[in-house]
């Protein structure tokens, strides 16, 4: 974990916890993020610096749990994963708001369990996502090293394990496949997603803005994002001034900050919790 962090972000993190009042959204991806990515999605963890940050600064925002100043601040997950993946994968902290497969499913963590919005897909929906799933798996056949994950409202080409022409090739078929249904692929890294529920992860974070508002009891809210991936771009793209926008990694970006993986997020966090509860 980095020991100093850039003078830059060190003051936006400052200015991000002035004690004026407003409610604090802590929003963050998983994949890339939190988590290294790893060829096994199933296989993917958040790294113990990333668990323990996290899990410290979800403690602050227990309602009675913490002290005052702090009961202000909220966790999200916003991730590409659907939300049972991600709440197994994740293991949130009781508290979290979570957002999967980009915005199309929404959960908050209680001491019981993961409370959910069901999905609902219309018939036509439902025909484009069949049709969809049945042209992926065409996409990967005889493509050494590409599959088709399914979602509950999506399908997704991963790449990651295959040659450059077969990935190219079942890149190039997938993306067909959107046009053909008149759906927008998402590229991602070493993915393409495609949803028959049109979701950006942009979207999905205005609304839980509204939803810490009201649950904190204000309408201003700050919010810090943090993401790796092309598809985090549309969260960065709706953050306002006074927010906090990181990107993680390589890439360009609407981010005013960056850092290089999910240790130095975890140092982000831990920064975050001593400013809103100095020890
Ligand atoms: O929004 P995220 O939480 O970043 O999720 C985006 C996608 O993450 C997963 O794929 C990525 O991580 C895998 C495991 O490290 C890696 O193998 C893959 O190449 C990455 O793209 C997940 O499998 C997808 O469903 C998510 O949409």
Known sequence: M????????????????????AALLVALDFDGTLAPLVDDPTASRMTPAARTAVDELA??????????PASRVRLALV??????????????????????????????????????????????QREDLEALRSALEAAVAGREGAWVQHKPSAAVLHTRLAGPEDSAAAVEAADAAA???GLE?????????????PTSKGEALRRLRTVVGRDVGTERVRVLYAG???T??????????????????????????????ADDVAGVLDRLRAALRPS
């Open 59 to 68: 403690a602050l925002t227990v309602p009675g749990g913490g002290d005052a």
């Open 185 to 197: 692929p998402m590229h991602g890294k070493d993915v393409v997603e495609i949803a028959v529920l």
């Open 79 to 124: 991730s590409g994963r659907d939300l049972d993946d991600l709440a197994t994968r994740a293991a949130p902290p009781v508290g979290s708001y979570l957002v999967g497969s980009h915005g199309a499913e929404t959960g908050h963590v209680t001491a019981d369990g993961v409370e959910t919005v069901p999905l609902e897909l219309s018939d036509s």
């Open 232 to 261: 985090d771009e549309k969260a960065f793209a709706v953050l306002t001034s006074g927010d906090l926008a990181l990107k993680v990694g390589h890439g360009e970006t609407l981010a005013a900050h960056r850092v290089a993986g």
């Open 179 to 181: 046009d053909r249904l």
């Open 228 to 230: 790796d991936d092309t």
């Open 2 to 21: 980095s020991e100093q962090l850039d003078p830059a972000l060190d003051g936006a993190l400052h200015e991000f916890t002035a004690d004026d009042g």
